[in-house]
């Protein structure tokens, strides 16, 4: 009998997902991520330790909810941003030289544009003019998502505004992405699929946050980054995410 | 209320008992693993249609015979695929021109209609440049031939159904929506064995079009184009009335007619006609829209196989510039009184389509692929990153790694490996054959030995590759013999017990067992010898087409046992199984023993079982008799009796089946639409569709030692499944466990070093597959929340190596490259890099933390049995690199504390303000013994400074590590100097440290300003 009610439950489930609107969707991520919580979250700091081969490479990513960050790489002892947002420019350092170099001017707007997608561009949507639509449901490595395109602010690629599409594909069962993806829009890539995939959601003060980001070109290979530590409102050292005078 | 409740009852326990009945479904459990592409694309594959962006041609559409819709961004040098998902055979591709940017259209299956050809499934939309589409429906129209869209009104299309090749179709014709899609209905039709052919809008008055209908039909073993009923017409009303265009056009029977409307006049209109009277076929021009036409032309590249070349291009800004698709291409300038071929390239072109930006740029679609022109088709450059190629059949062999032997539509026979430097690319293969190539096979135990054939048999050789010795070996009607009927994929085989055998089957089974020199009949004709579908020489209709392809009462499918070479199944293209247990003494027919299969239906492949000389599996193929339902039977007992095992998950006819060496229940099904995968004997079976698109699969083979699993596709290519191990471990009872390792083998350590490949940036390169330690596991259901984590350590739960993990519903896979940690480096001015080195052998765990379990696996690493290297090779390295990791980490350590004394002499000395002796003095020291230790200027590249300690000792360590045999004298007389340059270096500072350090200290143990720094222990500095 046990049995009988909880597939009865099940069935009851599928009834109700397939009634879910878009915003049903997001209200029920925001609240499986924590929902009000996140109200006191003005920065995230997430540390991992990357393998290349065996070697330890320290990596620190900092979001701040004013839009500026920064991914800073220690190899062998140096530490060097990978790239970073300051506000006003977007830029990072030339492997040869060690020296900071400023980021495209498409790409510094593009950082401007999307400096509100804190933490998450999709929960923001109506503040940030953006356009979710449900386009249905879809399997991510056999587990059934609904999938959400979202229309940003367009982006400016190779100086033209070109329109800025990203497509979340949010567990049914558990209401949390599992995957972003967009398409690459500039360079030799250009018209591939860039995805992520999110896993391993865990609670930091109150909010939930994936601490396993593994990201790629769809049906080539991935790289997995395994946050160690991620703290909220941790004290940062602000001058990081300056793009460094010469 | 109880009455509900009951009635609520009864269907849940209806529901519930379903539930336990059904056996697990494969598809909810693929996870991670991904099938490979190899291509090749050297030789690409057919392409129906091209289509250009109407302002900006660096976008570029192409519609492949087999291998779906790619979109170029850059005018054709590079190429994405964008239809995966989706019927891989394209019939058009058309854009928007209201907005070109985003909305596409589709029209799914080839109309240039040869034997060989792939079904559609209907018409296809997308709206934001090809990331998503949608079905928008005509689902029986088999093949669209033309999409035209209102260039001022997007939701007004018009489609060319071409319909049904293979049978009589009630859904063709010119189709219209005025909805975007969402409703159809049929503006024009004829009768349901004449379809449109093509389709043309006028750019300037969308509400006049031009229709050719066509009246075609093709059979197994015939072709027709031709009849009363094929004409072009033309309405003026947006397709609600249509008017027939018969002035200065061929009378009576016509065929296939190609027409085009000059876009810079609309009223000018060239049309190619396959006419009843020879005199009558070839080209016809209108300035009249169409009302009164002119016999212009009748070359041979304007009349050459209507069924197969029918499109003509005119120009966009001349309409005097005419472009024909054909046998070579050919161009006028002359508005259609001459015309040249087009410069060299693949044969067999089918479409061409100039650039309005550009009018000198052209891109034409052949069987071979895409070419580019800047020149008016004079000279073209063929696109090199177009993995199309139509296999029709593969083989593998036991080499280290192991090789594909494959023959192509039209594109000859090949060989290649499955792996190479830097991924499978182009010069990676090998030519073995000419013409169309079917089946191509290494001699069993001498892979240097290859057979390969061309169509209908004509030719067999015997291809000595290293000697390039090539010998033709196909048996031949001996006097007073039958004449041999061989299909135009003539079956050949190797067998598994005698290495210098071969099988051929004409209407009889060949074997010789000297490598194909001499041959014996060992069976009477086993197909139903049927005289009417021996008419080949009739075949092709109003143009004569007798090219082999339609060959028929042929042997198509030889098996013989994997257990004794004395049982052959045989399987004809007529319909008949045919058995011998006996080595051809005595055959039995079978066919009759299907049930519920259609009489006569082609027997496209059989399989012989590993696991008991009394099982076989049979696939038959109805689709040349309009039958797409797929066929796939089992048996247990010789053949007497035989069992479906198809249900309605497999959607369409199937061509191949590959049975599972180790798991009886594991099936591998080749279908018209993808791979299908069946985990408990076909009860149910699911689409495989992570990396492995919607194609055609004619042949499967599965690797009996490497356990992966060979497709070869009629559109993309070799694609393979590297390692089917973990779906033979898959059971019901990993569904209640939180996650479930599956065994592995020992894996050998590779030694091999390599330089990579030699492609160009845009030649595709082919994957290839992952050189490390594959551990699998289950999860029976994906992780999401907490922590999982993996790692490698040795018996003694040391950690060896951090691995990354996967976290999908089903099969998951870590990767380790046999690393363990790096050694910590020095921190100095720029990179260099001392790498991990590899393990030992022996016996180490797999560890994966998941939220707070812990499971475990034990794996074992072994050495290359083939290796060069000795043991006491392997020790002397394994001794120098753990000497060298340990002099990098005390360089490391030593320039550690130099720099943090030096950071604080430097901070004191910055507080403090005025000079002091000691620490002015230790501050000059440190930096003259940092100086010597380690690069503290420069950059990374040219810029770079003079190589210091550090510098050097992680050179030679990385050539230690990076070779597996012992080090040379010189390499350990390079490590002894730099070791004795270490010693010195730890004595310098020793010195410093009972001297001006000790001084320094105590100066600060006064200070208030700057702290005394906490040094940690060697131990504790290589832990942080």
Request: hydrophobic share 35%.
């Amino acid at each position: 009998m046990k049995h009988l009610l909880s597939l009865f439950g099940v069935l009851l489930t599928a009834l109700t997902l397939q009634a879910q609107t878009v915003d049903e969707i997001i209200t029920d991520y925001y609240n499986a991520i924590g929902g009000a919580n996140w109200d006191k979250v003005s920065s995230i700091t997430m540390k991992a330790n990357v393998e290349q081969g065996g070697m330890k490479i320290p990596v620190e990513v900092v979001r701040m909810r004013d839009g500026r960050t920064y991914t800073q790489i220690t190899v062998m002892g140096n530490t060097m941003t990978m790239q970073a947002f300051d506000g006003t420019t977007s830029w990072t350092t030339n492997f040869m030289s060690m020296e900071a170099e400023k980021s495209t001017s498409d790409e510094t707007e593009n950082a401007k544009r999307s400096a509100g997608d804190f933490p998450d561009a999709l929960l923001q949507y109506k503040q940030l003019g953006y356009t979710p639509t449900l386009m249905g449901t879809e399997t991510v490595d056999g587990t059934s998502c609904y999938k959400i395109k979202l229309e940003k602010k367009t982006q400016l690629v190779e100086g033209k505004e070109t329109a800025n599409i990203e497509y979340l594909f949010i567990d049914q069962e558990n209401k949390v992405p599992l995957m972003m993806e967009a398409e690459i829009m500039e360079g030799e890539m250009k018209g591939k699929i860039g995805q992520t995939k999110f896993s391993d959601y865990q609670e930091v003060e109150g909010v939930y946050l994936p601490f396993s980001n593994v990201s790629g070109i769809k049906g080539e290979g991935t790289q997995t980054i395994q946050f160690e530590s991620i703290v909220i409102n941790a004290t940062i050292d602000e001058t990081k995410f300056n793009f460094p005078k010469k | 209320m109880r009455f509900f409740w009951l009635s609520a009852l009864t269907i849940m326990w209806a529901h519930f008992s379903w539930a336990q009945n059904t056996s697990l479904n494969a598809g909810d459990f693929f996870g991670d693993l991904k099938a490979r592409h190899i291509g090749p694309a050297l030789m690409s594959g057919r392409i129906a249609d091209v289509e250009l962006h109407p302002n900006n041609s660096n976008v570029v559409l192409i519609g492949a015979a087999g291998g779906g819709v790619w979109k170029s961004q850059d005018g054709g040098i590079r190429f994405t695929s964008i239809f995966d998902q989706y019927c891989q055979s394209i019939g058009c591709v058309s854009i928007d021109p209201n907005d070109p940017d985003n909305t596409y259209w589709v029209g799914t299956g080839e109309t240039w209609t040869r034997n060989s050809v792939s079904a559609g499934d209907g018409i296809y939309k997308t709206t934001d440049g090809g990331k998503n589409w949608t079905n928008m429906g005509l689902p029986k129209s088999d093949r669209i031939a033309s999409i035209q869209i209102n260039p001022k009104n997007s939701n007004e299309v018009f489609v060319a159904v071409l319909g049904a090749l293979w049978g009589p179709s009630d859904e063709r014709g010119v189709y219209k929506t005025s909805d975007g899609g969402k409703t159809w209905s049929n503006v024009l039709s004829v009768n349901n064995t004449t379809g449109c052919s093509e389709l043309v809008m006028d750019p300037t008055q969308p509400n006049v079009l031009y229709a050719a209908f066509w009246e075609f039909r093709r059979s197994a073993y015939s072709f027709n184009s031709g009849g009363l009923n094929s004409a072009l017409y033309k309405s003026t009303d947006g397709g609600n009335t249509w008017k027939k265009l018969e002035n200065g056009l061929p009378k009576g029977k016509k065929g296939r007619i190609a027409v085009a409307i000059a876009p810079s006049n609309a009223q000018i209109l060239y049309a190619v006609i396959e006419a009843e009277k020879k005199e009558e076929k070839g080209l016809y021009r209108s300035d009249d829209g169409g009302n009164s036409w002119t016999f212009l032309n009748g070359d041979f590249a304007l009349t050459v196989r209507p069924f197969y070349f029918s499109r003509i291009t005119v120009h966009p800004s001349d309409p005097n510039i005419i472009a024909k698709a054909g046998l070579f291409g050919s161009i006028s300038r002359d508005g259609g009184k001459t015309f040249e071929n087009l410069g060299s390239m693949h044969s067999d072109i089918h479409d061409i389509v100039f650039d309005k930006a550009q009018p000198n740029k052209m891109l034409v679609a052949t069987d071979g692929g895409l070419y580019l022109s800047l020149n008016g088709g004079s000279s073209l450059e063929i696109v090199e990153n177009l993995p199309l190629s139509q296999f029709y059949h593969v083989s593998i062999d036991n080499r280290n790694p192991y090789y594909v032997f494959g023959g192509l539509q039209d594109n000859n026979s090949w060989f290649g490996p499955s792996s190479s430097p830097g991924g499978v690319e182009a010069r990676d293969w090998e030519l073995v054959g000419q013409g169309d190539g079917f089946r191509v096979y290494p001699h069993p135990t001498n892979p240097k030995i290859v057979y390969s054939e061309m169509q209908g048999a004509e030719a067999i050789w015997r291809f000595d590759v290293e000697k390039q010795q090539l010998k033709t070996v196909k048996p031949y009607a001996l006097e007073g013999e039958p004449k041999l009927r061989f299909n135009w994929n003539a079956s050949l085989t190797t067998s598994k017990h005698q290495p210098d055998r071969l099988y051929v089957g004409s209407q009889y089974v060949h074997i010789s067992n000297d490598r194909g020199d001499t041959w014996t009949k060992i069976s009477p004709d086993l197909t139903t010898n049927d005289p009417n579908k021996q008419q080949q020489e009739g075949s092709g209709g109003l143009s004569a087409d007798n090219s082999g392809a339609e060959n028929h009462c042929t042997i198509f499918s030889i098996a013989e046992s994997p257990l004794s070479d004395q049982i052959l199944w045989i399987g004809t293209d007529d319909g008949n199984v045919q058995l011998t247990k006996d080595g051809g003494k005595t055959w039995e027919n079978l066919s009759h023993n299907f049930p519920g299969l259609p009489a006569n239906t082609w027997c496209y492949h059989l399989e012989a079982s590993v696991h008991g000389k009394e099982i076989a599996y049979a696939v038959f193929d109805g689709h040349a008799k309009n039958d797409y339902t797929p066929y796939v039977y089992k048996t247990s007992d010789f053949g007497k009796t035989w069992k479906s095992i198809v249900t309605p998950e497999i959607t369409t006819f199937v061509r191949n089946i590959q049975e599972d060496f180790v798991n009886q229940d594991l099936l591998y099904l080749g279908a018209e639409n993808g791979l299908y995968i069946s985990l408990n004997g076909g009860k149910n079976w699911s689409a495989f569709t992570n990396n492995f698109p919607k194609v055609a699969v004619h042949y499967l083979e599965l690797h009996p030692t490497k356990h992966a699993l060979i497709a070869a596709t009629h559109g993309r290519g070799i694609i393979i499944l590297d390692d089917v191990r973990p779906l033979r471990g898959i059971k019901e009872e990993l569904l209640t466990k939180n996650l479930s390792f599956f065994d592995t083998d020992v894996f050998t350590l590779p030694e091999k070093s390599t330089f990579g490949g030699t492609a160009s940036e845009n030649q595709f390169v082919g994957d290839n597959p992952s050189g490390n330690a594959k551990i699998s596991y289950f999860l029976p259901k994906r992780h999401t929340f907490g922590k999982m984590t993996g790692e490698i350590t040795d018996l003694e739960g040391k950690l060896v190596s951090k691995v990354e993990v996967g976290k999908n519903k089903g099969i998951n896979t870590v990767e380790w490259g046999f690393n363990a940690l790096a050694p910590k480096t020095a921190k100095g001015k720029g990179f260099s890099i001392a790498p991990a080195p590899y393990v030992k052998a022996g016996k180490y765990k797999v560890k994966i933390t998941k939220g707070n379990e812990v499971f475990e696996q034990m794996i074992e690493v072994r050495y290359d049995s083939t290796s060069s290297f000795t043991a006491t090779d392997r020790i002397k390295q394994q001794e120098c690199t753990k000497e060298l990791f340990g002099m990098v980490e005390d360089l490391a350590y030593l320039v550690y504390q130099i720099d943090e004394w030096d950071a604080k002499a430097q901070a004191f000395k910055a507080k403090n303000g005025k000079p002091n002796k000691t620490v002015d003095a230790l501050i000059k020291e440190l930096t003259a013994l940092r100086n010597i230790l380690v690069v503290t200027t420069g950059d990374n590249y040219v810029g770079a400074a003079e190589d210091q300690l550090r510098e050097k000792i992680n050179e030679i360590y990385g050539t230690i590590v990076g070779y597996f045999g012992a080090p040379s004298e010189s390499e350990l007389a390079n490590v002894k100097g730099l070791k004795n340059q270490l010693i010195s270096a730890q004595k310098t500072f020793n010195v410093l440290k009972d001297g001006k350090i000790k001084e320094f200290s105590s100066i600060l143990t006064k200070s208030t300003s700057v702290a005394v720094p906490e040094i940690l222990s060697k131990e504790a500095f290589l832990q942080k």
